[in-house]
């Protein structure tokens, strides 16, 4: 019995050592890798690269954006959860983090215990937008369209449980109809398959999407928040176009591995959201899309169990798991 509570105690004293010394030693003292759980381009990478190079900057350390694609983000969580909890692997995630569990049998991570919220970073609604070679003008003409064909028209996303994905299954339940998804391992892959006319239509978020409808390559007919955007105002919303109840946004979050030591989460969380609050960095990510929205670790934490929840329910409903 000694020897079991001595060995406690030494257990005890050896993670109380290591956490001192991983918040007693200059941060960041080398270059920090970012995880980014989708091919280049899209919106999380976009938010990664911002984020990174102002990072690096302030800190003067470079951030070395890694982009792990695959299996709707979970192969970069993945990453994540077996890092070292020293502050030196991070990863950039969106509300995808609560929705795997409910769209895979098995993950090889446990969401709550295995990754440790840092803040938020920002929000993004989506737009709905359509190939060239898709003769519809308005959500009822896509509509219309999907009734007279149910499952003949395919939609892209960055894959299973991404915020496409997530958005057109909300879709689809609402309306009333059956689309095929055709998951890629990245929204820029899924974008490019939408200017190719590989697939039909997005509803994807807004960044790297609208800078598609600004070049001509894809046309836009809606926007998935419940009121109209200030910087659209002639386009309408998803719900005023016929599917009353729409609404849909995403929001990002940079996370660290589970055993990150709460002192070490704090000041990660204090050092993300002053670059958040920078105004060139404000104005960098509006004039993309993407609404910055700084957290406390424990404001984020909380979203994240209860969008487990929100999801779990929503996901059992649509039959997403089967698409």
């Not at 709550?112 to 803040?119: C, N, Q, S």
């Not at 910087?231 to 919303?237: G, K, N, Q």
């Not at 979050?253 to 070490?264: D, S, W």
Request: glycine residues 8%.
């Amino acid at each position: 019995m000694r020897l079991k509570i001595a060995g406690r105690i030494m257990v005890a004293a050896t993670l109380a050592c290591a956490s001192w010394f991983a918040i007693a030693q200059p941060y960041p003292a080398r270059p920090i890798r970012l995880v980014v759980p989708f091919a280049p381009g899209g919106t999380t990478d976009f938010l990664a690269r911002v984020l990174g190079k102002t990072l690096g900057e302030r800190l003067g350390q470079n951030f070395i954006i890694d982009n792990r694609a695959g299996a709707g983000g979970t192969i970069g969580a993945d990453i994540l959860a077996k890092a070292d909890g020293d502050g030196y692997t991070l990863l950039i995630w969106h509300l995808a983090l609560t929705t795997a569990p409910s769209l895979y049998k098995k993950l090889p991570y446990d969401t709550l215990r295995d990754i440790a919220p840092i803040t938020m970073l920002g929000t993004t609604p989506s737009i709905l937008v359509v190939s060239p070679s898709l003769k519809v003008n308005s959500v009822k003409e896509l509509i219309a369209a999907a009734k007279a064909a149910p499952g003949h028209l395919r939609y892209g996303s960055a894959g299973i449980g991404s915020a496409a994905h997530l958005a057109t299954a909300l879709f689809e339940n609402l309306a009333g109809v059956k689309f095929s998804h055709i998951p890629y391992k990245g929204g820029s892959l899924a974008l490019a398959a939408a200017i190719a006319g590989e697939v039909q239509f997005m509803l994807e978020t807004m960044p790297d999407t609208y800078r598609q409808v600004k070049a001509g390559r894809l046309r836009l007919l809606a926007v998935s928040t419940a009121r109209r955007l200030p910087a659209l105002p002639d386009v309408p919303t998803i719900a005023e176009s016929g599917v009353a109840g729409y609404e849909y946004y995403t929001w990002f979050g940079l996370f660290a591995p589970g055993t990150t030591p709460e002192p070490l989460l704090a000041r990660l969380n204090k050092i993300v959201n002053e670059a958040l609050a920078m105004p060139v960095v404000q104005a960098e990510l509006r004039k993309d899309g993407v609404d910055p929205a700084g957290s406390t670790v424990e404001e984020l934490r909380a979203l994240v169990r209860h969008d487990l929840a929100k999801w779990a329910k929503v996901i059992q409903e649509t039959g997403m798991r089967d698409h």
